[in-house]
């Protein structure tokens, strides 16, 4: 049941000890119909890249406020940015040559991604094991991941932010890299999207991006079901949904 997932997702203390500033939206949506990249997917890429290239005309991606952030929060647990990106900077990174073009899912939460600012994982929810879990990874987790056509195992590093479900690492490094078995596709019925914020204004970043892709999929996707919970430290003010 997705009230089930909802309610059992899940921050460890070992995170918000360390990162007070972080929030965390996750959503569900049951109903949804997958499918290959469209029109309607192209046209919220195409405006995504043109946002981005305004953006990038004024300032470089370096000096991106969510951009520094984020390397600051990798750089936490060890990772510099020319080892892994969250996110959002890859895709910002790769606006300029055209975002990938993957499905229609996957298109319209990249999408919504850059035009927020807002790192972004979507998943099949009919694969996942137990709920969602943000935790610090001992290191003997599994993460099955793509490497030259290949399915492999690369376990995350001790000490690495990861997501996971009861089964194994679901993401890796907060939000650079998804494993392959939850991967959304085609056929994807029933989805869940995890929208991480940090800093002074990461509820409002948050709630502004689910809004728009609870909207979107909506207007897609008449008749599905979404819900969402929103994770966070007492003192960070709530922010109606």
């Known amino acids: 049941m997705t009230s089930g997932f909802l309610e059992g997702v899940h921050v460890a203390e070992s995170v918000w000890s360390a990162h007070p500033d972080y929030v965390a939206l996750v959503m569900t949506v049951h109903g949804i119909q997958g499918g290959e990249s469209d029109t309607q997917s192209d046209a919220m ?15 470089p991606i370096e000096e991106m406020s969510e951009v520094r952030k984020w390397r600051e929060k990798f750089l936490s647990f060890g990772v510099k940015h020319k080892t892994a990106k969250s996110s959002v900077e890859a895709l910002l990174k790769r606006s300029g040559k055209g975002l990938p073009r993957v499905d ?9 991604s850059v035009l927020h600012q807002v790192p972004i994982g979507g998943e099949d929810l009919d694969t996942y094991q137990g709920s969602a879990q943000l935790v610090v990874a001992t290191g003997t987790e599994e993460f099955a991941t793509r490497e030259n056509g290949e399915v492999v195992n690369l376990s995350p590093a001790p000490g690495e932010i990861i997501w996971r479900d009861d089964s194994g690492v ?16 085609t056929q994807t019925r029933n989805a869940v999207f995890i929208f991480d914020g940090i800093g002074a204004d990461a509820q409002l970043r948050v709630t502004d991006a689910a809004r728009e892709l609870a909207d979107t999929i909506e207007n897609w996707w008449p008749g599905v079901r979404i819900e969402e919970r929103i994770l966070s430290l007492p003192h960070t003010p709530e922010t109606p949904l």
């Open 170 to 185: 679901t993401c890796r490094r907060w939000n650079w890299r998804q494993c392959v078995r939850t991967q959304l596709n």
């Open 104 to 112: 229609r899912l996957t298109d319209l939460y990249n999408a919504i």
């Open 45 to 59: 890429l195409v405006r995504a890249e043109a946002q981005a290239t305004k953006w990038l005309s004024v300032a």
